[in-house]
């Protein structure tokens, strides 16, 4: 088993393939990050703060929900060389240190998750591979006369000392989920609800890796009901707060469409009011007065009419009786 997970070995040391994957994974999901931040105009330093902030919360929050699940003891929490890591106690604790930052940084909580969200199920797509070189992520041994061919089922533990026992391979079943909520992530970036993205593609993985809890192999400690496990009881929690989330942003956003469509008839109705009283009335058409009568030039006048010649002139032209 331990030679089947590592990669080379130089002395007592070593690199092992889950280790390798999922730093792989870790890239993967940074790089898909900062190509959408880019993009979306945020943050420049958001994606790379992000895998600094959310790698050490989801480390503590891993190693604690494994220590309380029964997964390793306690007294092995600090001990990273004791294996052992709680996949929904990681997140939680993952994303709760990245809206801590948000709100510290005063960032929109809906467009930190709607960039980041796709290139970490990219990232967990990758990452789940690391169970494949653990021999965990399994569900129920594969029983005589099923098919066994990869990746349908896989090795398991006891492969390594029997050689014939396998098992389904889950884990398998995971990295389609993330790949396919990584692709939906994308599509649902180009609505234009803030947060669309995140909500829904959270909801359907949590959803699935609540029932996906019901096949594995029982690695973690059951409590509480019978079959369900501890892991289904905090991605059961999850769930329900998703859900109230989703339906009160989707009560918000009504709200405001139905604010948005008052103020636009108010808006409207007040623009008709004001043109009606601006609009000036029609002026009255002045009166047709004549033309006044143009005075005569008294030049053209005295040329027009001729001059009478005075009676004194005429009576000494005539004759007088002698």
Known sequence: MDSFNTAFKVGNAGLTWNAIMLAFGILVAVVVSEILVKKRGLYKDLALDACIVGIPAGLIGGRLFAAISGKIPFAHFFNLSVGGL??????????????????????????????????????????RWSDFFLCDGLGPVAGAGVPKFFPLVTFTNAYFRDGRTVAYAVFFLDFLICAALGVTALLLLKKKNKGTAARVTILVYLFAEFILEWLRDGSTRQIVFGEVRFNQIVLLVMLLFF???????????????????VEAENAESEEKAEGAAETPEPAEEPEETEPAEEPEDPESAEESEPAEEPEEASAEAEPTDA
């Open 86 to 127: 709680n996949l929904p106690g990681a997140l939680l604790f993952a994303g709760i240190g990245i809206a801590i930052y948000a709100r510290i940084k005063k960032l929109s909580l809906s467009e930190v998750f709607d960039a980041l969200i796709p290139g970490a199920f990219f990232g967990m797509a990758v990452g």
């Open 243 to 261: 859900i109230g989330l989703t339906l009160y942003r989707a009560k918000r956003q009504g709200e405001k469409t139905a604010e948005k469509a």
